[in-house]
């Protein structure tokens, strides 16, 4: 199973809402990354967990808040966002944590915030 | 911050001829990968390279990691139109982070 499934696949917000976006893998994969990609760019690096800690915050608003609660499970708590956060949501996993590692991504959360 | 520059941005060809997109750091990198996203779809691993002059074949694809390993390219034979899609290089700078940066990608559009 190389698959990484990422649910809801759409999803339509007000800047009140709180929603979660969730992402799995059985890969035995110990590294995840949330990456948010905006139409015609690359992915942006958003979070990754190794070992179900947080590793790497880029410096991303408090609005969006990660949550890996054990090895197969990344969830990304949603609060607040302003219609410039729409973008799709990429969740990807990968054997480790090194810079050699293939990422496989999961199909995405595409997110409309009104 | 370290960068990693792609181009070109599009590309049209029409179906048969020959496509390369290319891959240029400013600093040398470990390792590049290249990515495939399908339009409407995530984006999927292709290849690595490691090695200095690195020459790598999938098929109709070559993939070339340059002497200095500060550029890269990936070149598509004959294309189809199921190579439609934007290809993004991931470089990892030496002795930086151990996440790769993404280029902006190049969108290859195939007429048929």
């Known amino acids: 199973d190389t698959e990484v499934t990422q649910t809801p696949k759409h999803l339509v917000m007000g800047m009140t809402n709180k929603k979660s976006l969730k992402c799995e893998q059985h890969m035995g994969h110990r590294a995840m990354y949330w990456y948010k990609q905006k139409a015609k760019k690359p992915p942006e690096l958003m979070f990754v967990y190794s070992y179900e800690k947080l590793s790497i915050n880029e410096s991303v608003p408090s609005r969006f808040s990660p949550e890996c609660p054990n090895s197969s499970l990344l969830n990304l708590h949603l609060h607040a966002l302003q219609p410039e956060d729409s973008a799709l949501y990429l969740c990807a996993s990968s054997q480790g944590q090194g810079g050699w590692e293939t990422q496989y991504f999961g199909p995405g959360t595409r997110l409309l915030v009104l | 911050g370290q960068q990693v520059m792609q181009i070109p941005q599009y590309q049209h060809v029409q179906e048969g001829e020959d496509f390369t997109t290319y891959c240029n750091s400013s600093?040398?990198?470990?390792?590049i990968q290249w990515y495939k996203q399908r339009p409407g779809g995530h984006p999927v691993f292709l290849i690595q390279?490691?090695?200095?002059?690195e020459v790598k074949k999938q098929k109709r694809l070559t993939f070339q990691f340059g002497e200095a390993k500060k550029n890269s390219s990936l070149h598509i034979t004959a294309t189809q139109t199921t190579d439609v899609g934007t290809y993004f290089c991931a470089g990892r700078p030496s002795g930086g982070s151990y996440i790769p940066t993404f280029g902006r990608g190049t969108s290859l559009i195939v007429h048929p």
């Open positions: 390279l490691v090695k200095s002059g």
């Open positions: 600093t040398t990198l470990s390792n």
